[in-house]
């Protein structure tokens, strides 16, 4: 199969394979970015779900204006904006917190509570979502302030200053739990 960025966006290739292809490629990103948003493991699967569902029912309008990846992350981050603003969502989080726990877990939710324990990644989740979603996509998924902007669909010069402005609030975090930085 060839690389997602490869393909393409012609009747050569099914829908389906380029829909295996994202979900192979972009899985993990789509669902730990929106985890960045709700905080909620259950709720950012739901939302990558939602997103290759999206992506599955609208390849044909996809344009190249954009890579696959720009494409994916603003998809998911609109899905994890309504979910916020959704008032399911505000009466059920609370009550995830009194769910009962299972003593068995896969080794993707073991590793994913194991960084979710994290001082680094608690205090990254501190932050504000403006601030953090910034931080996420640059530091942890290596994206470009050019990429970031398309993603967000904000300014170049405003994604910098998010970018300052939130690692100034990540290095005062840090200080305050006692997290050695550079």
């Known amino acids: 199969m060839p690389k997602i960025e490869e393909l393409p966006l012609n009747n050569m290739i099914s829908k ?6 994202l979900m192979d490629s972009y899985g993990d990103m789509v669902k730990k970015l929106a985890f ?5 493991l259950s709720t950012a699967e739901d939302i990558a779900q939602d997103v290759f569902i999206s992506c599955y029912y ?3 309008q996809f344009e190249e204006r954009s890579s696959y990846k720009t494409w994916i992350f603003r998809i998911t ?3 994890s904006k309504d979910v916020l603003k959704s008032s399911a969502f505000k009466r059920l989080l609370p009550m995830k917190k009194f769910a009962i726990k299972s003593n068995e877990k ?4 073991k590793l994913i509570d194991k960084d979710r324990r994290s001082s680094v990644t608690q205090s990254l989740m501190s932050l504000n979502p403006k601030y953090r979603t910034i931080i996420y996509m640059f530091y942890y998924e ?4 050019k990429e970031i902007s398309e993603i967000t669909q904000l300014n170049e010069n405003t994604v910098k200053t998010r970018l300052s402005r939130g690692k100034e609030q990540l290095k005062k975090e840090f200080e305050r739990r006692g997290i050695e930085h550079e």
């Open 58 to 60: 609208n390849l044909h």
């Open 106 to 109: 896969n080794p993707e939710l």
């Open 77 to 79: 981050i609109n899905k």
């Open 142 to 145: 290596g994206l470009k302030i």
């Open 36 to 40: 960045t948003y709700v905080k909620d």
């Open 16 to 21: 389906e394979e380029t829909l295996i292809e």
